[in-house]
């Protein structure tokens, strides 16, 4: 059964890096999303990527932030200058329609 | 404001004991809504997708219901390996990236 990968499945970073998450979509998806989750608090929605281009993003993503599909599988987050509070656990996605969303396993973020 | 509340936080049955988990939204237009299981360090699994009041879905032991204020989720004679947060998720009408707006979720343990 098709399914979402991402990598790395943990990160370490000191605050002020850059940090590349990374994910594979499942082939013949069109929608692709970028979710966060702080230990303890709801999934929270960050990103939604269509056609080429950012559909919707939420407050947190900001300046910050950045998305981009570089080739046919991949789907990228990249956070400029890591600080504490992105510390979370990164959720990718991806969706037919726009519809039913699958998620991949995460990447846990920790942020020192 | 779009919201989703789930209820209970957490709840404890023993192996074979039914129960219910409520999840109470307010969103403006649903599209639909979404239930989806997470184990411990995992992504949300997707469960279940429901468009429309009085819609129900079926899948071993669990089966969602639909009205136009909340749904339910119910499990029925449990086995620990249903041990899991469930969390629910909205998706508001004419939202064209499909952002998914989560509850708290309900930790469920099922004891032997």
């Known amino acids: 059964e098709p399914e979402v990968t991402q990598t790395p499945s943990h990160q370490v970073t000191q605050m002020g890096q850059e940090v590349i998450l990374r994910c594979v979509p499942i082939?013949?998806?069109?929608?692709f999303y970028w979710y966060r989750q702080i230990l303890g608090q709801k999934v929270e929605f960050l990103v939604s990527?269509?056609?080429?281009?950012?559909?919707?993003k939420s407050e947190i993503f900001d300046d910050q932030f950045s998305v981009e599909r570089p080739d046919g599988s991949n789907f990228t987050l990249k956070i400029r200058s890591t600080k504490l509070e992105d510390s979370a656990m990164y959720f990718c996605?991806?969706?037919?329609?726009?519809?039913?969303?699958?998620f991949g396993p995460g990447t846990r973020l920790t942020v020192l | 404001e779009d919201q989703v509340t789930q209820s209970p936080e957490a709840l404890r049955l023993q192996e074979g004991e039914s129960s219910s988990l409520n999840c109470s939204y307010t969103?403006?237009?649903?599209?639909?809504l979404f239930w989806y299981r997470q184990d411990p360090g995992k992504g949300p699994e997707f469960l279940f997708t429901?468009?429309?009041a009085g819609e129900e879905k079926e899948k071993e032991r669990l089966k969602a219901t639909l009205t136009k204020k909340e749904s339910f989720l119910h499990i029925t004679a449990p086995k620990p390996e249903d041990s899991a947060t469930y969390l629910c998720?909205?998706?508001?009408?004419?939202?064209?990236?499909?952002?998914?707006?989560f509850g708290q979720g309900t930790e469920l343990s099922v004891k032997p």
């Open positions: 996605a991806s969706s037919i329609t726009a519809d039913t969303q699958y």
């Open positions: 082939s013949n998806h069109l929608y």
């Open positions: 990527f269509y056609n080429n281009e950012i559909s919707e």
């Open positions: 969103v403006s237009g649903l599209r639909g």
């Open positions: 429901l468009y429309s």
């Open positions: 998720a909205v998706q508001r009408i004419y939202n064209q990236g499909g952002k998914l707006i």
